[in-house]
């Protein structure tokens, strides 16, 4: 629903020829409507948590290099629930008028075409919309002893 100033309204009131009492008791009610209540705050914001989404369409994970892309959701959701959060965003894109005419049909094409305001309503939220690359590690640094004293000195330097 379209917000309109109060001052809007009072002048367009004014220009109906609308009793001078009358627009002033309206707009009276129109001031104290607006105001916001003292013991009302604005819902605090939800805490998320990053998950990556992988791209591996042959389900060769431990063997190739992937691109992917960065998510978040809320914190205290489970990581599992992240697919079904995008399908339901790109299905509520669908039903719309440009999703209608250009729909999105993997989950590359969701994640960069569908508008935040979607991903929002789902609670997922897009941090990067072109995949990135996912790098794999064994979790363990080099033990080459030469190469470790070399770094070891030149940061003491």
């Known amino acids: 629903m379209p917000k309109i100033d109060i001052n809007k309204v009072a002048e367009i009131l004014k220009k ?17 409507a607006a105001q916001p209540e003292n013991g009302e705050e604005p819902p605090p914001a939800v805490k998320k948590q990053f998950c990556f989404l992988v791209s591996d369409p042959d389900g060769k994970l431990p063997a190739h290099d992937f691109a992917g892309w960065v998510l ?7 990581a599992a629930t992240t697919r079904e959060r995008i399908l339901r965003a790109a299905y509520d894109f669908n039903t719309t008028k440009k999703g ?12 960069e075409n ?8 789902a609670q997922v939220w897009v941090k990067t919309k072109t995949p990135v690359l996912l790098l794999k590690t064994d979790n363990q640094l080099p033990t080459d002893d030469a190469k470790g004293k070399d770094a070891r000195r030149h940061r003491l330097e």
């Open 16 to 32: 109906n020829q609308v009793a001078p009492a009358l627009l002033r008791q309206i707009v009276e009610e129109m001031n104290l």
């Open 114 to 121: 569908v508008p935040a305001k979607h991903f929002k309503e």
């Open 100 to 111: 209608r005419l250009l729909p999105v049909k993997t989950m590359g094409e969701a994640i």
């Open 72 to 78: 978040q959701i809320p914190e205290n959701e489970s």
